[in-house]
Nanobody, 115 residues
């Protein structure tokens, strides 16, 4: 099993930056896929950025060049640095881990981009 705890969300003006953190309850070296998704009101949950097997990274087209996913294996934590935020980035951001065939989700953290 994997427990995930997100933090770092909040209210930010357009053009600002936020960094999200996702702390895992076990070594993230053993987790096949780990990353971030988001869900805006009335919309489906979509991929934002993930590490996949072999340490490759996938980004949604809408965040390429603005968001950066990173990891600290010693802290069992994955980060999402979000720069040049736009109102359309407003959503609940969820951390996900795919481990031994099961998807594990965090509780989510709200990000609101508004002036």
């Amino acid at each position: 099993q994997v427990q995930l705890v997100e933090s770092g969300g909040g209210l930010m003006q357009p053009g600002g930056s936020l960094r999200l953190s996702c702390a895992a309850s076990r070594s993230i070296r053993s987790i096949n896929v780990m990353g971030w998704y988001r869900q805006a009101p009335g919309k489906q949950r979509d991929l934002v950025a993930t590490f996949t097997s072999g340490a490759s990274i996938n980004y949604a087209d809408s965040v390429k060049g603005r968001f950066t996913i990173s990891r600290d294996n010693a802290k069992n934590t994955v980060y999402l640095q979000m720069n040049s935020l736009k109102p359309e980035d407003t959503a609940v951001y969820y951390c996900k881990a795919f481990y031994y065939g099961v998807n594990y989700w965090g509780q989510g953290t709200q990000v609101t981009v508004s002036s």
